[in-house]
């Protein structure tokens, strides 16, 4: 079944670490793709996105996501954390060859320890 | 300026009956989105209204139906509920363009316990 896959649920790290989040899709052809975010108590807010053109895109808050066509990958990195990272990190995608309806993946829990 | 509203925040219902979830989109949005999330998984996408109308639906059968009014706001009704129905159930707004996917505002939801 096509789907976004994220590879890790939970994720750990100190303040100061690198952060990388892994996402995968099985989708064909032309895709959107997103991070969402979710800070406790707060709602889904979308932290950056692609579309097309430098494969390699920014977002807020220091975040940045590379698109690797050839690998069906859109994995999400942040060079240095912040104890405020701790959130609730989502991909999704949006695909044409599944009706441009958006598919999060399940998620990846990630706890910065200050 | 008024993000996405949703209510109720919380409810409860008990096998059977039928709920209906409400929703404001942000202002000068036209498009409404809804997702259902269960405890520990990503959202999955219901369906879309936009003009009033159903434009796109995810795998849900047809005890999830919705609806939406001339000034954009949006219900989602669920019919003779399951204990499997309970979960986060997220409204998200966008403008129309391409497929009214290019950037959602979520609300914070409804949690929905069936019991």
């Known amino acids: 079944a096509q789907s976004v896959s994220q590879h890790n649920h939970h994720v750990i790290l100190s303040e100061a670490a690198s952060l990388e989040l892994g996402c995968n899709y099985s989708?064909?052809?032309?895709?959107?793709l997103f991070w969402y975010v979710q800070y406790p108590g707060q709602h889904l807010q979308l932290l950056l996105k692609?579309?097309?053109?430098?494969?390699l895109v920014k977002g807020i808050k220091g975040f940045e996501a590379e698109f690797i066509k050839s690998k069906f990958s859109f994995n999400l990195r942040k060079p240095s954390v912040q104890w405020s990272d701790t959130a609730e990190y989502f991909c999704?995608?949006?695909?044409?060859?599944?009706?441009?309806?958006?598919?999060f993946g399940g998620g990846t829990r990630v706890l910065v320890k200050p | 300026d008024a993000g996405v509203t949703q209510s109720p925040t919380h409810l409860i219902k008990t096998r059977g009956q039928q709920v209906t979830l409400r929703c404001s989109p942000k202002?000068?949005?036209?498009?409404v989105s809804w997702y259902q999330q269960a405890l520990g998984q990503g959202p999955q996408f219901i369906f879309q209204y936009y003009e009033e109308e159903e434009r796109q639906r995810g795998n849900f059968p047809d005890r999830f139906s919705g609806h939406q009014f001339p000034n954009y706001s949006s219900e989602l009704n669920v019919n003779a509920l399951l204990l499997g129905d309970s979960a986060l159930y997220l409204c998200a707004s966008s403008l129309s363009g391409t497929g009214g996917h290019e950037k959602l505002f979520f609300g914070s939801g409804t949690q929905l316990s069936v019991l």
């Open positions: 202002s000068g949005h036209d498009t």
């Open positions: 692609y579309f097309s053109g430098d494969p």
């Open positions: 989708y064909g052809g032309t895709v959107n």
């Open positions: 999704a995608v949006n695909a044409k060859a599944a009706g441009n309806k958006l598919t």
